[in-house]
């Protein structure tokens, strides 16, 4: 018998139970307890109380009230839906920002939504979490020209300091990988995680060294080391000269062929800062680079500097369970604050960097820019004031 059956059952009798004499209880009992499965003192409790009301409830009372949920549900939104984890080490650093945008809150509730675990954070967002299980097509394609040329390295754990990028790329293609359609390179560097994404048409060799040369000069570091994939977007003599022919070269290197675990870091961030931005359409319309790329910019802005990581420290295996430790989460700006690594002139511009951003006013324009860019991929025109949404 179900729950609401035995609930409907009691319901039923237990004004009988009440206007009876001893003897005629007695066997009501007996009856409850036969259908409902119930032992004979649990059924006197439930037929000598008040079904009709509800019984208070156990434990201890709540800590955190509908305030300190409005907060986390605000920030939680703005941050790209981050996990318990890293919102709470993003919490110390999108609190002013969120003062500064919805008013002052009062000491004991930023005492509270400051000092909130990972853990009631999960508990509290779980009526609003959502969940997003999509997968894409892959495009890479391998190349045979230049494995002779690139050797193979699978293994960064003696990375100590920024400079060696992991660089994958991602297929704007829809269901269909044929025909021409827009396609994503994403650089993410092994060490402090600062990522960075630009578009390109068709992953043309020309076009990929072009855009690598962009993010070179953006970056707040100098790459030291480049590792691929074995796709023929990044396996070519173009970008082999590139790296090979300069001063100080570039430690080129590829990872195995169908063994995408070799690029753990910048897999994950295909996800994170590919396709939670722009999903799985199919672009191909040539003209909307531009906007994709200045997009791309100012959703770098946001994610590194105002959204923490979490990294792998170590794994573990006991039997047949693999036990994972992370390092506590922070941004990769903040990564890049304390490496030794960089110069004070550069942490001086990063923190300049910082002092001028608002990641509220950040994730704004960031809706703005894929309002445009979307609305242009549907109607091909910008939007403009009077242009319905």
């Known amino acids: 018998m179900s729950r609401t059956s035995r609930r409907e059952y009691l319901l039923a009798i237990w004004g009988r139970y009440q206007r009876v004499g001893r003897k005629f209880r007695s066997q009501i009992l007996d009856e409850f307890c036969q259908v409902c499965g119930y032992t004979r003192k649990y059924a006197i409790r439930l037929l000598g109380g008040d079904p009709h009301r509800r019984r208070a409830r156990k434990g201890p009372r709540p800590r955190y009230g509908a305030a300190v949920l409005a907060v986390l549900k605000r920030i939680w939104l703005k941050s790209d839906q981050l996990c318990s984890k890293r919102l709470k080490a993003a919490l110390p650093t999108w609190l002013p920002h969120y003062e500064r945008r919805y008013g002052a809150l009062a ?70 990988l044929a025909g021409s359609f827009v396609w994503s390179l994403t650089f993410t560097d092994i060490f402090s995680q600062w990522t ?39 396996l070519n003599h173009h970008l082999w000269r590139y790296w090979a022919r300069r001063p100080e070269p570039i430690h080129f290197s590829r990872s195995r062929p169908y063994k995408k675990n070799d690029q753990a870091h910048v897999e994950q961030k295909n996800w994170t800062h590919v396709r939670q931005l722009l999903g799985y359409d199919r672009i191909e319309r040539r003209e909307l680079i531009p906007l994709i790329n200045d997009l791309y910019q100012t959703w770098s802005l946001y994610h590194n500097y105002f959204c923490p990581n979490l990294k792998l420290r170590k794994k ?46 950040l994730k704004d324009e960031l809706e703005s820019k894929l309002r445009n860019l979307f609305h242009q991929l549907r109607t091909g025109n910008p939007i403009n004031e009077s242009t319905p949404i």
């Open 107 to 176: 000491e004991d509730l930023r005492r509270q939504v400051l000092a909130i675990s990972p853990a009631t954070i999960d508990r509290l967002l779980r009526p609003v979490r959502v969940r997003y299980r999509r997968r894409g097509l892959g495009g890479t394609r391998p190349n045979r020209l230049l494995p002779h040329l690139v050797p193979i390295r699978t293994d960064y754990a003696d990375v100590t300091g920024p400079g060696f990028l992991e660089a994958d790329t991602v297929a704007h293609c829809g269901p269909s």
């Open 196 to 234: 960075e994404n630009r578009a390109v048409w068709n992953k043309g060799a020309t076009e990929v060294v072009q855009q690598v040369q962009a993010i070179e000069a953006h970056l707040p570091f100098a790459i030291l080391g480049f590792d691929v994939d074995n796709g023929s977007e990044f």
């Open 316 to 361: 573990t295996r006991r039997g047949s369970r693999l036990r994972k430790t992370y390092y506590p989460p922070r941004t990769p700006y903040a990564v890049l604050l304390d490496c030794p690594q960089i110069s004070h002139d550069q942490k001086t511009r990063l923190r300049q960097t910082f002092q001028s951003l608002d990641p509220f006013a």
